[in-house]
């Protein structure tokens, strides 16, 4: 069984139910999370929307889907306090057996421009092939 969940998170410097409403209205997408516990606290520290890969079963250009999320929006998400640096993109991956990951150069360099990181989690889920 592979678990593959792409994520787009923004941290804010104190837990606030008003900035995280601001990023929402700002980025025009609920968030969501399979990890909802995280996202439904009553003062969240960290906005997430994320897609599970697993459930829908096909590429997922997530890099570009959430850079266009983010693009001409970032003056607006620093008007509420949200720095570059404070925005990252990762990728949730429960493997079975060997993994491997590889990005088109196009895709990294858009990342780098707009000051975006990219971040990853591996484990194996500890299935016997």
């Not at 008003?18 to 009553?42: A, C, H, M, N």
């Not at 969240?44 to 250009?61: G, L």
């Not at 720095?83 to 780098?112: A, F, H, M, V």
């Not at 000051?115 to 889920?125: A, I, M």
Request: hydrophobic residues 35%.
């Amino acid at each position: 069984m592979i678990n593959l969940i792409h994520s787009l998170r923004i941290w804010f410097n104190s837990p606030s139910r008003e900035v995280y409403d601001s990023i929402t209205q700002v980025l025009g997408v609920e968030p969501q999370s399979v990890f909802s516990k995280e996202v439904d606290r009553d003062i969240p520290s960290v906005w997430m929307y994320e897609v599970d890969v697993s459930a829908v079963n096909d590429h997922y250009d997530y890099i570009n889907k959430f850079c266009d999320l983010l693009d001409g929006r970032y003056d607006q998400l620093k008007e509420i306090g949200i720095e570059k640096n404070q925005i990252s993109i990762w990728t949730l991956y429960g493997y079975e057996g060997q993994c491997n990951i590889e990005y088109d150069p196009k895709d990294l360099k858009r990342l780098g421009d707009n000051g975006v990181k990219l971040c990853f989690s591996c484990w194996d889920n500890g299935y016997d092939n």
